[in-house]
């Protein structure tokens, strides 16, 4: 029996991609999954089936951004279920840009997206999981937490930063164990919102061999079902033919 039954699991970006494929899966398993993202239909779509196959499943609306609304998010997760064993911080954007286009807002929503939308969910979750004697943070950085490449220097940036973040609550932590998800190239809606055309090409050409979302879900998977006592601290997942 895997050490997923019963556990309740908070998963931002939930709407699509990464999150929906580990809702689903996570939910297959047994855990009760609290879904959050901005849009609502989706969410509502994705509980429906996740009810529909004999899952457990709660969603709720989340800005990343905002640290009061991620904080009423994973308090969502606690008054349905009592408690809240795992959060899955997950939301993430990928305008990737050349420096010199200085898309300045850009490089502010990857900042409160991927960075401050991670440590708001970790300010939520910490006095939670400590009060209860134990949890799960799991974040989703990147394959760009270890490689930086033209047109990605401020998306590698955040991404580094979770990788950083990350760490840290992992060594100042003894009994909250720290998971970092680090995904090589995956077929999602990340990178939908680019707007310069050069890196629109340079996406395009990595993703002519992508994982599906679901090889990422089997990570997640894999990391909270191992025992109390054991802490997977980070996993790296390319598609074979991926070079960097």
């Not at 055309?197 to 679901?214: I, S, V, Y």
Request: glycine content about 8%; hydrophobic content about 45%; overall charge negative.
């Amino acid at each position: 029996m895997l050490n997923v039954e019963n556990k309740v699991i908070a998963i931002t970006g939930a709407s699509s991609g990464i999150g929906e494929a580990t809702a689903k899966l996570l939910a297959q398993n047994s855990a009760k999954v609290v879904l959050g993202a901005r849009r609502t239909d989706k969410l509502e779509k994705l509980v429906k089936e996740i009810h529909a196959s004999g899952g457990t499943a709660e969603f709720k609306a989340v800005d990343v951004t905002d640290r009061e609304d991620v904080k009423a998010f994973v308090h969502f997760a606690k008054d349905k279920f009592g408690r809240v064993d795992v959060i899955f911080n997950n939301a993430g954007v990928m305008p990737l840009s050349p420096l010199n286009a200085l898309k300045v807002e850009e490089w502010d929503n990857m900042i409160n997206v991927n960075i401050r939308g991670v440590l708001n969910g970790i300010a939520a979750g910490l006095p939670i999981m400590e009060a209860q004697g134990g949890g799960q943070i799991i974040n989703t950085a990147s394959i760009a937490a270890h490689w930086v490449g033209p047109t990605a220097a401020v998306y590698c940036a955040t991404k580094y930063a979770v990788w950083a973040i990350s760490e840290g609550l992992r060594q100042e932590s003894k009994d909250i164990r720290v998971t970092i998800i680090s995904p090589g190239v995956v077929e999602t809606e990340l990178g939908s919102d680019i707007t310069d055309d050069a890196a629109k090409g340079f996406l395009q050409e990595l993703r002519k061999t992508p994982l599906t979302p679901d090889a990422i879900a089997r990570s997640v998977l894999y990391a909270v079902s191992q025992p109390d006592d054991v802490d997977v601290n980070e996993v790296i997942v390319r598609p074979i033919r991926q070079m960097m």
